[in-house]
C-alpha cells in the first residue's frame, strides 16, 4: 500500500507493518489504521502514521524511552478488543509533542499525555488508545543513565 505522508512524502507500507485500532483514536474514530514509522537514525520518537487519512500523523515515546515505569489497569474488554491474552505481548506508548508555550523551564521542551496512552499487542498488530479518567496509575520517573 501505498500513503502520501506529510512528513516522509510518498511511503510504501506493507500489510504486516500496519496496526489496526478497531475504534480509532478519539477524534479521529475514521482512521484505523496506522504505521510507526520514523527518521534515519531516530528511533526515540517514531510517528504513528495514519493509512487511512495521511495527513494524521501522531508523534509516539515508549513509557520506558522517557525514563517512566508506567503501569495501568486494562479492563477484560479492552484486553478483548486488542486480542490480548498475554501481558509480554503489550506494548505502550504516549502521544508527545513540542510545547507550545517555552515562556519558563516548566512548560520548555516536549510534553507526554500520560493520561490517554496507546496500548499495542504486538503479536495481533491491534492497538487502542486508553483514556484514564482518574490517576488511578503508577508512574514512576527513573533517573536517565
Do not use: W
Not at 475514521?30 to 531516530?42: D, M, P
Not at 508555550?101 to 503479536?123: E, H, I, K
Request: charged share 25%.
Amino acid at each position: 500500500m501505498k500513503i502520501e505522508s506529510p512528513v516522509f512524502g510518498a511511503l510504501e507500507i506493507s500489510a504486516d507493518k500496519i496496526i489496526e485500532f478497531p475504534g480509532g483514536l478519539p477524534g479521529f474514530e475514521e482512521c484505523t489504521k496506522f504505521t510507526l514509522v520514523h527518521e534515519e537514525g531516530a528511533t526515540k520518537i517514531l510517528l504513528l502514521q495514519s493509512v487511512d487519512d495521511p495527513q494524521v500523523v501522531f508523534s509516539v515515546a515508549g513509557a520506558d524511552t522517557l525514563g517512566v515505569n508506567y503501569e495501568f489497569p486494562i479492563s477484560d474488554d479492552e484486553a478483548a478488543r486488542i486480542e490480548l491474552n498475554a501481558p509480554e505481548d503489550a506494548a505502550v506508548a504516549v502521544i508527545v509533542h513540542r510545547a507550545e508555550r517555552q515562556d519558563s523551564p516548566a512548560t520548555a521542551g516536549m510534553q507526554a499525555n500520560f493520561m490517554a496512552p496507546l496500548v499495542f499487542n504486538t503479536r495481533s498488530r491491534k492497538g487502542m488508545q486508553k483514556i484514564i479518567n482518574r490517576l488511578g496509575c503508577d508512574v514512576t520517573l527513573r533517573a536517565r543513565e
